[in-house]
């Protein structure tokens, strides 16, 4: 016969006992490790407590630090109504065994609750139970103490040392399940967060760059073409003057395709060094060169799947011109300062408002490399070719500029409108969005009048003739005056001038030079 085992309590405890004690402790343990949902660990929790003692009830109540009360998170009770009741109760911290516990960080076993002052009697006047005996556990972990585990009016004498011991034993590892459990919540909790906000970002970007049909022949004959493209896997090359709407147009091209749920990444190709840019489009190694601390992956490898747009392709440099070939070629490269052979899976849409054609004359482009490139060309019309189309345009930007205002916009002025659409729009689609905008910002409402537009715009100043000039030079001639204008009423800021005209500093710092604008 086992030797019976003297305990401090009334019970006599065998060894047989306790080793199914500790595997229903250890089989409880494997059980909590795999729940990760709060409430169904909890009630779990909870009907093991209840079997295990032969209880007539068991909860579990969390710490509110905030608040600095205890609440009823869940509860095992079969007594009619009493499981709901208890949902609704709160408690300050300092009331009741439970508080006790909670401040003291110790369990209690107490035989008879109406014989001890710590009991707290509204629980049971709210549920309208009684409670007789109690057993209340802290759940602690090493930061801090969550809450309690109560047991409740065993069936069969008081709760004993053991049983104390045995819940301790099962509290502990139900208070890092439970804080593991909170966690994965509320890392759950933020990642719906940002799938909410992801979305509602895509869906204000997919406003924000949506494409405006219009009446024009030409734009509609551009998106049909850009609609027959986005079906196949072909390189495209969008080309036309600076604020045509290069990249909403490639944009939309990913939108039309069956790339439209993977990434779409824009590569601007002016302003960077060869190394820089480079290393922008296919990564470097840790080491690769002074200042690689860690991995990089480039835009491409990033992309894989989706859609890349090299925004003005016709500014790189010939050196990366021959990498950028083979890529096209193979659909694969390595990182800089790499030997590893890296390949993915996605479209180029690339643009620029060069003439590639004089550039591969001149030896400035290689000529395989712009075969590669023009595979669908497509020519974006400036917006004095497609003057039908302003008013359209215009009330677009009138609606969506005074949406981010939080302005009552709500219609332009009949002379204002003239103004816009006798105005020859040298920075195109781009130089309207930023004079509705301006009118949006310093007007009052809630319409726009010519007041509210440029100075260039509303009072009709003089537009650089085009007569006896070619394309290319009035083109040029019209750009110098735009920046020149931008640049005095900026008193010579560039970086103010480039945001007036939509332009990245960069940008126009090259665009000075190459006009040679003093």
Not at 243 to 250: D, H, L, N
Not at 496 to 508: C, D, N, P, T, Y
């Amino acid at each position: 016969m086992d030797r019976p085992i003297e305990t401090e309590g009334s019970h006599r405890v065998t060894p047989e006992h306790h080793i199914r004690e500790l595997e229903a402790l250890y089989d409880i343990g494997q059980s909590l490790s795999s729940i990760h949902d709060l409430d169904r660990l909890l009630q779990f929790a909870i009907e093991r407590v209840v079997a295990l003692l032969e209880a007539e009830a068991a909860s579990v109540m969390l710490l509110d630090e905030g608040r600095q009360e205890l609440y009823f998170q869940v509860a095992d009770d079969r007594r009619p109504g009493v499981e709901g009741r208890l949902r609704e109760l709160r408690f300050p911290v300092d009331q009741g065994i439970a508080g006790w516990v909670i401040r003291e960080g110790v369990s209690v076993a107490v035989p008879d609750v109406e014989q001890d002052p710590r009991f707290y009697r509204g629980v049971d006047e709210q549920t309208r139970t009684t409670t007789k005996s109690l057993l209340c556990v802290p759940l602690k972990t090493k930061e801090r103490i969550l809450g309690v585990l109560n047991a409740v009016n065993k069936r069969h004498g008081p709760f004993s040392l053991e049983d104390v011991r045995m819940v301790e034993a099962f509290a502990n590892q139900l208070a890092i399940s439970i804080e593991n459990a909170q966690l994965i919540q509320d890392l759950q909790a933020a990642r719906e967060q940002l799938q909410q906000e992801n979305r509602h970002l895509r869906e204000e970007v997919g406003e924000r760059y949506r494409l405006i049909a219009g009446k024009s022949a030409k734009m509609n004959q551009a998106i049909e073409t850009g609609k027959k493209a986005a079906i196949s896997k072909s390189t495209v090359l969008i080309l036309g003057e600076t604020g045509t709407g290069k990249e909403i147009f490639a944009r939309a091209i990913h939108s039309w395709s069956e790339r439209k749920s993977k990434p779409f990444i824009p590569i601007n190709c002016v302003g960077l060094s060869k190394e820089l840019l480079e290393s922008e489009l296919f990564g470097h190694e840790k080491g690769a060169f002074t200042g690689a601390h860690q991995l990089k992956k480039g835009k491409m490898e990033l992309a894989h799947g989706g859609t890349v747009f090299l925004d003005e392709v016709g500014d790189i440099s010939q050196e990366l011109q021959t990498k950028l070939l083979r890529f096209l070629q193979e659909r694969e490269f390595e990182r800089v300062g790499g030997t590893k052979t890296i390949r993915v899976d996605l479209r180029i849409v690339a643009a620029t408002n060069r003439d590639l054609d004089d550039a591969v004359k001149e030896g400035r482009f290689r000529e395989d490399l712009y075969y590669r490139l023009n595979v669908v060309p497509i020519t974006l019309p400036p917006l004095r070719e497609r003057k039908e189309d302003i008013t359209l345009l215009a009330h677009f930007f009138l609606q969506r500029f005074s949406f981010e205002t939080k302005k009552t916009f709500t219609e332009i002025e009949r002379e204002a409108m003239e103004k816009l659409l006798a105005y020859d729009w040298p920075g195109n689609v781009r130089e309207l969005a930023n004079a509705i905008e301006r009118a949006i910002v310093l007007g009052e409402g809630p319409m726009v009048t010519v007041q509210d537009l440029p100075s260039r715009i509303g009072y009709g100043e003089p537009r650089i003739a085009s007569k006896g000039l070619s394309y290319r030079e009035a083109t040029e001639a019209n750009k110098r005056d735009l920046i020149t204008r931008a640049l005095v009423q900026a008193q010579g800021n560039r970086p103010a001038a480039a945001k007036a005209l939509g332009l990245h500093r960069s940008h126009l710092i090259r665009l000075i030079k190459s006009l040679r604008i003093d």
